[in-house]
């Protein structure tokens, strides 16, 4: 990997996490593309797949899907040399993935300072109950055969979520941001909640020096509403096929496989009142805590 040094600036690491509105940001990102590099603020082609950055993450990660044709850290440098931004932003979840990779973040953060830029590491977090109910509506459309409470159960049982080795969602948050922290650095992380109304505004307000203000030109904004959490009864018809359960003639319910028993289509799929004491109960207020350890940097 060649060095390449110019002038200071930053480089903002935006990893996510999964399941808080990360396609939808970078939706908003690659169409404001013009309008942010007017700003000061590039947000790259190089190692784009759609929107976000994710051939980068891949490259890093070891992920099967890396595409050497769609760029990796060597292009992503001779593109920010050319542009010499003040600000660069480059976001994907899968960048999440590295947080117990320390020989892979090192690599990152010597790159990035050989270009001359300091690193802000941007995590997005949101409560742990609805995220465990998200991912596994997500992951049942990749290929899960596990049943709802049987995910819930290992979920707090290893504090994390593994599928195919390489995707790793931890719900230890703490422990998740202490690997970015432990490479980066505490004063280059910056936590901020999720929203589930508007988390574009949600990262416009906490990084106005990027986005702009609020009634700002060139305000970001987007009309897509990505990865739409689907229904009960959609998650329920996937699983079935996951498992091989054949689907009735007329449209039925194929079967009530994944959930509890006595559990109608409508609730299931939801943590019980049990399950989501035990989640609170594993996890506490670990989000709270993380935001005022990690507030962005506002200037």
């Known amino acids: 990997m060649r060095g390449f040094r110019h002038h200071s600036g930053t480089l903002l690491l935006h990893v996510g996490t999964h399941k808080t509105a990360t396609s939808s940001l970078q939706s908003a990102f690659s169409r404001a593309s013009a309008d942010l590099a007017r700003r000061g603020t590039l947000y790259p082609e190089t190692g784009r797949i759609g929107a976000g950055h994710h051939n ?45 990779r320390k020989d892979r ?21 949101r409560d742990v109950p609805s995220y465990i109910e998200s991912l ?27 599928i195919r080795a390489l995707w790793d969602f931890r719900l230890d948050y703490e422990a998740l941001v202490a690997g970015f922290a432990g490479v980066f650095g505490r004063r280059s ?15 416009r307000d906490s990084f106005p020096q990027i986005l702009g203000d609020r009634d700002g030109e060139g305000e970001l904004h987007t009309d897509l509403h990505m990865n739409v959490r689907r229904s009960n009864e959609e998650v329920l018809r996937l699983l ?14 194929p079967s009530t496989i994944g959930l509890s028993a006595g559990s109608s289509v409508v609730e299931g799929f939801r943590l019980g009142a049990a399950q989501r004491e035990r989640v609170n109960a594993t996890f506490g207020d670990q989000v709270e805590r993380l935001l005022k350890r990690y507030p962005p940097k506002r200037k």
């Open 56 to 100: 980068i993450a891949w490259g890093l990660v070891g992920d099967d899907r890396f595409d050497s044709d769609a760029g990796y850290l060597d292009e992503l440098a001779e593109e920010i040399r050319r542009h010499h931004p003040p600000r660069v932003l480059l976001s994907s979840e899968d960048f999440e993935y590295l947080n117990d």
């Open 105 to 125: 973040l090192l690599l990152l953060r010597r790159w990035i300072h050989r270009l001359g830029y300091e690193p802000v590491v941007i995590i997005a977090l």
């Open 136 to 162: 596994y509506s997500e992951l049942v459309a990749h290929g899960l055969t596990q049943g709802f409470d049987d995910f819930v159960r290992d979920a707090l049982a290893n504090r994390r979520v593994v």
């Open 189 to 203: 992380i910056a936590v901020i909640p999720y929203d589930p109304r508007d988390m574009i505004s949600r990262f």
């Open 240 to 253: 079935a096929l996951n498992c091989g359960v054949q689907q009735p003639p007329g449209g039925d319910r």
